[in-house]
Protein backbone atom coordinates (compact mmCIF):
# COMPACT_ATOMS: atom_id res chain seq x y z
CA UNK A 1 0.00 0.00 0.00
CA UNK A 2 2.59 2.33 1.35
CA UNK A 3 6.40 2.08 0.58
CA UNK A 4 9.48 3.85 1.64
CA UNK A 5 12.30 2.72 0.21
CA UNK A 6 15.89 4.06 0.60
CA UNK A 7 14.68 7.78 0.98
CA UNK A 8 16.57 10.48 1.91
CA UNK A 9 16.70 14.10 2.23
CA UNK A 10 19.34 16.53 2.52
CA UNK A 11 19.71 20.26 3.16
CA UNK A 12 23.39 20.61 2.36
CA UNK A 13 25.56 18.89 4.33
CA UNK A 14 22.90 18.14 6.96
CA UNK A 15 21.10 14.57 6.29
CA UNK A 16 17.67 15.34 7.90
CA UNK A 17 16.58 11.49 6.65
CA UNK A 18 18.46 9.33 5.86
CA UNK A 19 17.83 5.62 3.81
CA UNK A 20 14.42 5.44 5.05
CA UNK A 21 12.72 1.90 4.69
CA UNK A 22 9.13 0.56 5.56
CA UNK A 23 6.51 -0.55 4.22
CA UNK A 24 2.89 -0.21 4.87
CA UNK A 25 0.48 -3.44 4.00
CA UNK A 26 -3.03 -1.58 5.05
CA UNK A 27 -4.76 1.61 6.86
CA UNK A 28 -3.69 1.36 10.17
CA UNK A 29 -2.39 4.16 13.05
CA UNK A 30 1.14 4.59 13.11
CA UNK A 31 3.33 7.02 15.72
CA UNK A 32 6.69 8.57 14.86
CA UNK A 33 8.44 9.19 17.72
CA UNK A 34 12.20 10.59 18.79
CA UNK A 35 14.14 13.06 19.87
CA UNK A 36 13.58 16.90 18.54
CA UNK A 37 15.86 17.03 15.18
CA UNK A 38 15.24 13.38 14.27
CA UNK A 39 13.59 13.50 11.15
CA UNK A 40 10.18 13.41 11.84
CA UNK A 41 8.79 16.25 10.38
CA UNK A 42 11.11 15.87 7.48
CA UNK A 43 9.88 12.49 7.05
CA UNK A 44 6.43 13.47 6.82
CA UNK A 45 6.75 16.54 4.77
CA UNK A 46 8.75 14.07 2.10
CA UNK A 47 5.34 11.96 1.73
CA UNK A 48 3.30 14.81 1.60
CA UNK A 49 5.27 16.48 -1.11
CA UNK A 50 6.02 19.80 0.76
CA UNK A 51 10.33 18.57 0.49
CA UNK A 52 11.16 17.12 -2.69
CA UNK A 53 13.27 13.80 -1.53
CA UNK A 54 17.19 13.68 -1.98
CA UNK A 55 17.40 10.24 -3.05
CA UNK A 56 15.34 6.84 -2.87
CA UNK A 57 11.34 6.25 -3.87
CA UNK A 58 7.76 6.30 -1.85
CA UNK A 59 5.00 4.76 -3.73
CA UNK A 60 1.65 4.46 -2.90
CA UNK A 61 -0.46 1.60 -4.20
CA UNK A 62 1.79 1.10 -7.03
CA UNK A 63 1.96 5.16 -7.70
CA UNK A 64 5.57 6.93 -7.78
CA UNK A 65 5.04 9.94 -5.44
CA UNK A 66 8.26 10.81 -5.39
CA UNK A 67 7.70 11.55 -9.44
CA UNK A 68 4.52 13.38 -9.29
CA UNK A 69 4.74 16.99 -10.74
CA UNK A 70 2.23 19.47 -11.18
CA UNK A 71 -1.81 18.99 -11.09
CA UNK A 72 -0.67 14.79 -10.06
CA UNK A 73 1.49 16.39 -7.17
CA UNK A 74 -1.34 18.90 -6.19
CA UNK A 75 -3.68 15.88 -6.28
CA UNK A 76 -1.45 13.77 -4.40
CA UNK A 77 -1.59 16.37 -1.29
CA UNK A 78 -5.02 16.63 -1.30
CA UNK A 79 -5.38 12.18 -0.65
CA UNK A 80 -2.53 13.07 1.98
CA UNK A 81 -3.72 15.63 4.23
CA UNK A 82 -1.59 17.86 6.17
CA UNK A 83 -2.32 18.86 9.90
CA UNK A 84 0.32 20.83 11.62
CA UNK A 85 1.28 21.54 15.21
CA UNK A 86 0.17 25.27 14.89
CA UNK A 87 -3.24 24.66 13.10
CA UNK A 88 -2.34 27.04 10.25
CA UNK A 89 -6.19 28.32 10.48
CA UNK A 90 -7.15 31.83 8.86
CA UNK A 91 -7.73 33.51 12.59
CA UNK A 92 -10.43 36.25 11.72
CA UNK A 93 -11.90 33.89 9.40
CA UNK A 94 -15.41 31.98 10.67
CA UNK A 95 -14.53 27.98 11.49
CA UNK A 96 -16.83 26.79 8.82
CA UNK A 97 -15.54 28.43 6.36
CA UNK A 98 -11.89 27.53 7.51
CA UNK A 99 -13.37 23.82 7.10
CA UNK A 100 -14.20 24.44 3.63
CA UNK A 101 -10.64 25.54 2.83
CA UNK A 102 -10.12 21.97 2.44
CA UNK A 103 -12.22 21.94 -0.79
CA UNK A 104 -9.69 24.36 -2.56
CA UNK A 105 -8.12 21.81 -5.00
CA UNK A 106 -11.43 21.34 -6.64
CA UNK A 107 -12.55 24.39 -6.91
CA UNK A 108 -12.78 26.76 -9.57
CA UNK A 109 -10.44 30.16 -8.88
CA UNK A 110 -13.40 32.57 -9.42
CA UNK A 111 -14.98 30.55 -6.75
CA UNK A 112 -12.25 30.79 -4.50
CA UNK A 113 -12.00 34.45 -5.00
CA UNK A 114 -15.20 35.14 -3.85
CA UNK A 115 -15.82 32.38 -1.12
CA UNK A 116 -18.56 30.70 -3.33
CA UNK A 117 -19.03 27.20 -1.76
CA UNK A 118 -22.16 24.34 -2.49
CA UNK A 119 -24.76 24.14 0.14
CA UNK A 120 -23.61 19.87 -0.43
CA UNK A 121 -19.89 21.11 0.77
CA UNK A 122 -20.95 23.59 3.42
CA UNK A 123 -23.65 20.57 4.93
CA UNK A 124 -20.62 18.18 4.96
CA UNK A 125 -18.29 20.80 6.94
CA UNK A 126 -20.98 21.62 9.40
CA UNK A 127 -21.33 17.81 9.88
CA UNK A 128 -17.63 17.45 10.46
CA UNK A 129 -17.38 19.55 12.66
CA UNK A 130 -20.27 18.01 14.68
CA UNK A 131 -18.71 14.48 14.39
CA UNK A 132 -15.92 16.21 16.16
CA UNK A 133 -17.86 17.77 19.02
CA UNK A 134 -17.37 21.31 17.69
CA UNK A 135 -20.11 22.22 15.60
CA UNK A 136 -21.79 24.95 17.37
CA UNK A 137 -18.81 26.74 17.13
CA UNK A 138 -19.25 26.77 12.93
CA UNK A 139 -20.10 30.52 12.86
CA UNK A 140 -17.18 31.53 15.55
CA UNK A 141 -13.62 33.56 14.69
CA UNK A 142 -11.51 30.79 14.58
CA UNK A 143 -9.36 32.63 16.85
CA UNK A 144 -11.59 32.82 19.38
CA UNK A 145 -11.31 28.94 19.82
CA UNK A 146 -9.26 27.40 22.55
CA UNK A 147 -5.79 25.40 21.08
CA UNK A 148 -8.01 21.66 21.41
CA UNK A 149 -10.79 22.83 19.74
CA UNK A 150 -8.62 24.83 17.06
CA UNK A 151 -6.78 21.37 16.48
CA UNK A 152 -10.07 20.03 15.84
CA UNK A 153 -10.75 22.38 13.21
CA UNK A 154 -7.31 21.43 11.58
CA UNK A 155 -8.46 17.72 11.57
CA UNK A 156 -11.84 18.64 9.87
CA UNK A 157 -10.52 20.57 7.11
CA UNK A 158 -8.03 17.94 6.59
CA UNK A 159 -11.37 15.38 6.69
CA UNK A 160 -13.15 17.51 3.98
CA UNK A 161 -10.00 16.61 1.31
CA UNK A 162 -11.57 12.50 1.50
CA UNK A 163 -7.65 11.88 2.25
CA UNK A 164 -6.52 8.49 2.08
CA UNK A 165 -3.87 9.58 4.64
CA UNK A 166 -3.70 11.87 7.43
CA UNK A 167 -0.22 13.18 8.36
CA UNK A 168 -0.43 14.60 12.04
CA UNK A 169 3.02 16.72 12.23
CA UNK A 170 3.04 16.54 16.19
CA UNK A 171 -0.77 17.41 16.36
CA UNK A 172 -0.85 17.84 20.74
CA UNK A 173 2.83 19.64 21.51
CA UNK A 174 1.03 22.80 21.97
CA UNK A 175 -2.03 21.20 23.87
CA UNK A 176 -2.80 20.75 27.51
CA UNK A 177 -3.25 17.38 28.62
CA UNK A 178 -6.98 17.15 28.25
CA UNK A 179 -7.24 18.33 25.23
CA UNK A 180 -4.09 16.19 24.07
CA UNK A 181 -6.39 13.14 24.53
CA UNK A 182 -9.15 14.43 22.42
CA UNK A 183 -7.30 15.13 19.40
CA UNK A 184 -5.43 12.29 19.68
CA UNK A 185 -8.81 10.00 20.15
CA UNK A 186 -10.71 11.89 17.57
CA UNK A 187 -7.73 11.02 15.29
CA UNK A 188 -7.66 7.19 16.55
CA UNK A 189 -11.32 7.53 15.52
CA UNK A 190 -11.18 8.64 12.27
CA UNK A 191 -8.71 5.78 11.51
CA UNK A 192 -10.83 3.02 12.92
CA UNK A 193 -14.30 4.37 11.92
CA UNK A 194 -13.05 5.48 8.20
CA UNK A 195 -10.58 3.22 7.56
CA UNK A 196 -7.96 5.90 6.69
CA UNK A 197 -4.21 5.58 7.09
CA UNK A 198 -2.99 8.11 10.23
CA UNK A 199 0.74 8.71 10.32
CA UNK A 200 1.45 10.99 13.56
CA UNK A 201 4.52 12.54 15.01
CA UNK A 202 4.45 12.41 18.40
CA UNK A 203 6.94 13.17 21.19
CA UNK A 204 5.70 10.77 24.13
CA UNK A 205 6.04 6.72 24.25
CA UNK A 206 3.07 6.74 26.29
CA UNK A 207 1.07 8.17 23.19
CA UNK A 208 2.16 6.09 20.64
CA UNK A 209 1.77 3.08 22.87
CA UNK A 210 -1.81 3.67 23.83
CA UNK A 211 -3.29 4.93 20.44
CA UNK A 212 -1.07 3.47 17.95
CA UNK A 213 -1.17 0.24 16.07
CA UNK A 214 2.64 0.59 14.72
CA UNK A 215 5.80 2.69 15.95
CA UNK A 216 8.43 3.81 14.38
CA UNK A 217 11.40 5.37 16.20
CA UNK A 218 13.81 7.95 14.59
CA UNK A 219 17.29 8.89 15.85
CA UNK A 220 19.33 11.65 13.85
CA UNK A 221 17.39 10.83 10.68
CA UNK A 222 17.84 7.26 10.51
CA UNK A 223 14.93 4.59 11.51
CA UNK A 224 16.40 2.30 14.34
CA UNK A 225 12.61 1.22 15.64
CA UNK A 226 9.79 -0.36 13.68
CA UNK A 227 7.54 -2.48 15.55
CA UNK A 228 4.09 -2.40 17.72
CA UNK A 229 3.55 -0.73 20.89
CA UNK A 230 4.36 -3.59 23.16
CA UNK A 231 7.81 -3.81 21.81
CA UNK A 232 8.80 -0.07 22.87
CA UNK A 233 11.26 -1.81 25.91
CA UNK A 234 13.58 -0.39 27.82
CA UNK A 235 16.54 -0.97 25.39
CA UNK A 236 13.85 0.23 22.79
CA UNK A 237 13.94 3.47 24.57
CA UNK A 238 17.87 3.58 24.61
CA UNK A 239 18.14 3.29 21.08
CA UNK A 240 15.52 5.99 19.68
CA UNK A 241 16.86 8.53 22.76
CA UNK A 242 20.23 7.82 23.83
CA UNK A 243 21.48 6.68 26.79
CA UNK A 244 21.75 10.20 28.34
CA UNK A 245 17.71 10.57 27.63
CA UNK A 246 15.76 12.31 30.30
CA UNK A 247 12.11 11.54 31.38
CA UNK A 248 11.53 15.13 30.21
CA UNK A 249 12.88 14.13 26.57
CA UNK A 250 10.46 10.96 26.10
CA UNK A 251 7.70 12.45 27.85
CA UNK A 252 6.07 16.14 27.67
CA UNK A 253 3.58 18.39 29.28
CA UNK A 254 0.52 16.66 26.72
CA UNK A 255 1.22 13.12 28.80
CA UNK A 256 -1.93 11.98 28.72
CA UNK A 257 -1.59 8.48 30.52
CA UNK A 258 -1.87 7.51 34.25
CA UNK A 259 0.40 8.50 36.97
CA UNK A 260 1.39 5.05 37.53
CA UNK A 261 2.16 4.70 33.91
CA UNK A 262 3.95 7.82 33.61
CA UNK A 263 5.77 7.35 36.72
CA UNK A 264 6.50 3.46 35.19
CA UNK A 265 8.07 5.46 32.22
CA UNK A 266 10.07 8.11 34.29
CA UNK A 267 11.88 5.00 35.89
CA UNK A 268 12.58 2.90 32.54
CA UNK A 269 14.16 6.33 30.91
CA UNK A 270 15.86 6.79 34.29
CA UNK A 271 17.47 3.76 34.47
CA UNK A 272 18.53 3.60 30.72
Not at 113 to 140: C, T, V, W
Request: aromatic share 4%; with cysteine.
Amino acid sequence: MLRFKSVTKSFGANTAVHAASFVVEKPMMIGIIGRSGAGKSTLLRILNRLNDATSGEITFEGMNVTALRGTAKRNWQSQCAMIFQQFNLVPRMDVVSNVLHGTLNRRSTLATMFNLYPDADIHQAISILDRLGIAEHAPKRAEALSGGQQQRVAIARALMQDPKIILADEPIASLDPMNAQVVMQALRDIHEQDGRMVIANLHTLDTARRYCDRVIGMRAGRIVFDGTPDQLTTNVARDIYGADASFSEATTSTQIETTDAADKLMADIQAL
